[in-house]
């Protein structure tokens, strides 16, 4: 189940949705295949990867246009 109240807060840090979706959902991936988890508060893969990117532990850099 969602953790709308952290989906607020990560949308809060990263506005736009696409960009967090794709961040969001390659780390549930590396989790779901075996990485360790950043957080252990959460049992599903979409709340860690949600919690690890409100708490700053995950994120993304965006790459320099040429």
Do not use: C, W, Y
């Not at 989906?7 to 949705?17: H, R, V």
């Not at 990485?35 to 700053?56: C, M, R, S, W, Y």
């Amino acid at each position: 189940m969602f953790r709308f109240d952290l989906i607020a807060q990560a949308m809060e840090k990263e506005p736009n949705k696409f960009l967090l979706v794709h961040v969001l959902s390659k780390r549930m991936h590396q989790i779901v295949d075996g990485a360790q988890p950043l957080t252990t508060k959460h049992v599903a893969p979409v709340n860690i990867a949600l919690q690890e990117f409100v708490d700053g532990s995950i994120g993304f850099e965006e790459e320099e246009k040429k």
